[in-house]
């Protein structure tokens, strides 16, 4: 079955940099979307970044230049470089993957419908 499992969280300080990657097992599509999504407790879970199997990239106004996402293919796996960190960036933050055609990727990052997630993993910034 499909499964993404997640690494590489933890805690650095405001301007520091973490790098987050997810690998996926289990399927085979022709084209998809992956995407980052984080979640602070008591609120809703928030589009970070997404990526389709072309390499096109969409990101939330928050982390742009910033974050970076990216995609490699051969290993099914992505990674979210995240550079200049603030505290504001601390939450849980969650892969995801639905086999979808590419140019629909971009509406992922807004309406969270991922068909599978990974497990999170945790980023917590001090100041």
């Known amino acids: 079955q499909v499964q993404l499992m997640e690494s590489g969280g933890g805690s650095v300080q405001a301007g520091g940099s973490l790098k987050l990657s997810c690998a996926g097992s289990?399927?085979?599509?022709?084209?998809?979307?992956m995407g980052w999504y984080r979640q602070v407790p008591g609120k809703e879970r928030e589009g970070v970044a997404v990526?389709?199997?072309?390499?096109?990239?969409t990101y939330v106004d928050s982390v742009k230049g910033r974050f970076t996402i990216s995609l490699d293919n051969y290993k099914s796996t992505i990674s979210l470089q995240m550079d200049s960190l603030t505290p504001e960036d601390t939450a849980t933050y969650y892969c995801?993957?639905?086999?979808?055609?590419?140019?629909?990727?971009?509406?992922?990052?807004?309406?969270?419908?991922?068909?599978?997630w990974g497990q999170g993993t945790q980023v917590s910034v001090s100041s």
């Open positions: 995801g993957l639905e086999e979808t055609e590419d140019w629909k990727c971009a509406l992922f990052l807004y309406n969270g419908a991922f068909s599978y």
């Open positions: 289990g399927y085979n599509y022709r084209s998809y979307c």
């Open positions: 990526i389709d199997s072309e390499g096109t990239t």
